[in-house]
């Protein structure tokens, strides 16, 4: 693992753009901050992959590895197909004897240079140089061999169909669901002799293989020095893929594929930009600002798509379609930060989903959309919450009336149990009529059909995730005039009351019977992963999770000081176990401060709570522990599973000093801002202005504030302030001003039930 060291410097330095390029950067740009390899090591489950592609495309590529520690990749990768997903198809260069190849490459890292639009790795086993990279629906490889035998291309079915003709190779793959993706493949030189491989051997009288993992293999002559290959790729046809490779990647260039794709990701991270002496927080500023441009992904192909929500190729009628999105994962953060930075491209991923909508039976709002579908993952349906929160920003690219027949249909027809994509049962009429969904009592068998073996039935999380839907629902309809809607499911929002237990002040499951199951401890009841009482969080996180009406639980829980009291408290109280025992029933908890997790979504607005009981100053000080402990530039560096911005929305935007604690209130909580100044392109010419007077990278607290010019003593501000352009001005010291908005009016807005 000789270089490895400098490997990781090159991540982080700016360098000459690539061998042969003549203009070195003086300067760097936003992209020479992007460190793909953040967070390759996982902490217990899923590691954040260095992924390289464009801005939201259909072609993603990484090497397909465990973790950064993995010494195989499954060949070198050509596409994707969905956020984690492995490679459809593969690609291994061999020089050797061919009874020696393998589905796996041993690989050493050695020489790896892993950009987001750009990836270069040595396979020293064999000497051999690999170069790649993307364009939207198609990707260029340079292979350079160093040895004077044969050289080969294997290709892998996975599970399809792979056919070769001079030098071409084309085939599909089958995914889930009656999904297929299409390859069409080039190289520079036609093979000597090309087939499919069986036992060592190439039969070129059989120009085509098929099943499982079945290999196509082309032969090169002795000596050959260096194979290029272009490539398209499509959901719809062969001929597809071959028309986005021509209309993208016209002849084998591949430094100018990679200066393409550099310029284009510069356009996209440089819509925010920000100044600092802080070098480490850039890197981890941009990183996240790219993570959270992998999905959706665009499937338009010359104004055509296929969806698997129907099995068809539709028209797109000029409005790209998107998908690969888990909702549950986004919604809190990175669908509100596209609002901002990229409007039209989110009204397009809304329209997206009412067309999903239209396309499936049920003609439910789906929940987690996929390249093959929508898998009904996770609880809840939160793609409400991204239509009213989108709608109450001020995008009306969409028809509200149809969302709304969708997101209804979703919420009441459909179970809410989770992973389910049953229509409702007994327990979502329970739901309907008393308010929660009912815990099932330790030791009792289940009986309901709809609810998933493994899953359970999450009651609070189901709870309190539905009753925030229901306060999104209520919200649509009356923007839409519905007043006797907009009041049934607005009352009915308030119902995570039914869940509360006075006693304890901790949101507690029940049983049918309205009974609080006991005994129950709210870090370690309900099984593995807390999936029999709340989900993959325990009762700790939970407990604030009411996004819709902040202040009402401030109240519950005993008024302003004894909010605070009980958010320092979750801190404070320790795992309760050996860190052995308390990750093997709750993986997903990870980024432990005390009981709270910063590894998983449902934590994201916690720290930001301390706005809504007049002690803002608290806020500044945990967000910045938080960005500090947990997000990092290193291997480890981000703390639990990184959904394509799931989490990393939450460092952008706390990186910049706010954050959007409810969906659907067109508001901003203040935190602390970790540069001196932030610049955001809100189009139209237009930026709105983060800027830190007295600034040090140790200056975390706010002694005053304007807005505008104006003195500004609230800890919020409106969507509208920020799409109106102008500045945010905070002046910072190392000690906290503890009166700065403090008072009851200087509190962030929460729900309030419409007068009678």
């Known amino acids: 693992m000789k270089k490895l060291f400098y490997t990781l410097l090159n991540c982080i330095l700016p360098f000459a753009f690539l061998a042969g390029t003549a203009d070195a950067q003086t300067k760097k740009q936003p992209v020479d901050y992007v460190n793909p390899y953040i967070g390759n090591i996982s902490h217990l489950l899923v590691p954040t992959y260095p992924t390289v592609h464009l801005p939201n495309s259909l072609l993603r590529v990484y090497p397909e590895r465990d973790n950064f520690t993995a010494n195989t990749i499954h060949g070198l990768p050509l596409v994707i197909t969905s956020h984690r997903g492995s490679s459809a198809f593969n690609l291994s260069p061999f020089q050797g004897d061919l009874k020696n190849t393998s589905p796996t490459i041993a690989y050493g890292y050695d020489n790896e240079i892993i950009k987001p639009y750009y990836y270069e790795v040595d396979l020293d086993d064999y000497g051999i140089n690999v170069r790649f990279a993307p364009a939207h629906q198609s990707g260029i490889y340079d292979i350079s061999f160093s040895k004077s035998g044969p050289a080969y291309l294997i290709m892998n079915t996975r599970n399809g169909e792979l056919s070769v003709k001079e030098n071409v190779v084309s085939g599909f793959q089958k995914l889930g669901n009656n999904t297929r993706v299409y390859i069409y493949f080039q190289t520079d030189l036609s093979p000597l002799e090309a087939g499919k491989q069986k036992n060592g051997q190439i039969d070129s009288k059989d120009q085509s293989t098929s099943g499982q993992n079945a290999y196509l293999t082309l032969k090169y002559p002795a000596g050959t020095k260096k194979i290029r290959a272009r490539y398209g790729i499509s959901f719809i046809s062969v001929e597809q893929a071959k028309r986005n490779l021509n209309r993208e990647i016209r002849d084998y260039e591949l430094d100018k594929v990679a200066q393409n794709g550099r310029n284009i990701w510069n356009q996209t991270l440089g819509k925010i930009a920000v100044e600092g002496t802080d070098e480490t927080a850039k890197i981890i500023f941009y990183t996240s600002l790219y993570r959270t441009y992998e ?81 009904r993952r996770m609880n809840s349906n939160h793609g409400v919450a991204t239509i009213i929160d989108a709608y109450n920003k001020g995008l009306r690219s969409f028809n509200l009336e149809e969302a709304y027949q969708y997101c209804k249909a979703g919420i009441t027809e459909k179970t809410l149990s989770p992973w389910s994509s049953k229509k409702a049962g007994v327990l979502d009429q329970f739901f309907k009529d008393k308010g929660y969904f009912p815990a099932l009592p330790p030791g009792e068998k289940e009986t309901a059909p709809e609810v998933h073996g493994f899953e359970k039935r999450q009651p609070i999380a189901v709870t309190l995730g539905t009753v925030y839907d229901e306060w999104c629902l209520g919200n649509i309809a009356g923007q839409l005039g519905k007043t006797d809607e907009a009041k049934y499911f607005l009352e009915k929002s308030k119902s995570y009351h039914t869940v509360f237990n006075p006693d304890t002040k901790f949101f507690h499951p029940k049983d049918i019977d309205g009974k609080f199951i006991q005994p129950l401890d709210y870090r370690f009841s309900g099984g593995l992963g ?56 709750l993986p997903d908890h990870t980024g432990n401060v005390g009981q709270f997790s910063m590894g998983n979504e449902p934590a994201m607005h916690i720290p930001y709570l301390y706005n809504y009981a007049g002690q803002p100053w608290r806020t500044q000080k945990r967000v910045r522990s938080l960005l500090t402990q947990w997000f990092r530039n290193d291997l480890m ?120």
């Open 295 to 375: 999905r959706m992904i665009s499937l338009s192909e010359d104004g055509q798509y296929f969806s698997a929500f129907d099995g068809k190729v539709h028209n797109d009628n000029g409005t790209p379609f998107f998908t690969d999105d888990w909702i549950w994962d986004t919604y809190r953060a990175t669908h509100p930060l596209r609002v901002i930075i990229e409007p039209k491209m989110e009204g397009d991923m809304i329209n997206s989903y009412l067309r999903m909508a239209q396309q499936m039976n049920d003609h439910w709002m789906p929940t987690f959309p996929e390249v093959t579908g929508d898998s």
């Open 637 to 756: 560096g981000i703390p639990g599973d990184e959904d394509g911005g799931g989490l990393t929305s939450f460092v952008v935007f706390s990186q910049m000093g706010f954050y959007p604690i409810t969906p659907g209130i067109p508001m901003y909580v203040i935190g602390s801002p970790t540069f001196s100044n932030v610049k955001l392109d809100i189009g139209n010419g237009k930026k709105f202005e983060v800027t830190c007077l007295n600034y040090a990278p140790e200056n975390k607290y706010i002694q005053s504030a304007k807005l505008n010019g104006q003195v500004w003593n609230k800890s919020w501000f409106s969507h509208e302030d920020l799409m109106k352009g102008g500045k945010l001005e905070l002046t910072m010291g190392k000690r906290p001003n503890k009166l700065w908005a403090s008072e009851e009016s200087s509190i962030p807005p929460s729900f309030k039930m419409p007068a009678k």
């Open 530 to 585: 807390a999936r029999e009482t709340y989900d993959e969080n325990n009762g700790w996180l939970y407990r604030w999770d009411v996004l819709h009406n902040i202040g009402d639980l401030v109240d519950m829980i005993g008024g302003k000081q004894a909010f605070v009291d009980e958010l320092e408290k979750m801190y404070d109280t320790p795992l309760g176990k050996s860190r052995f025992d308390f990750y093997s029933q």
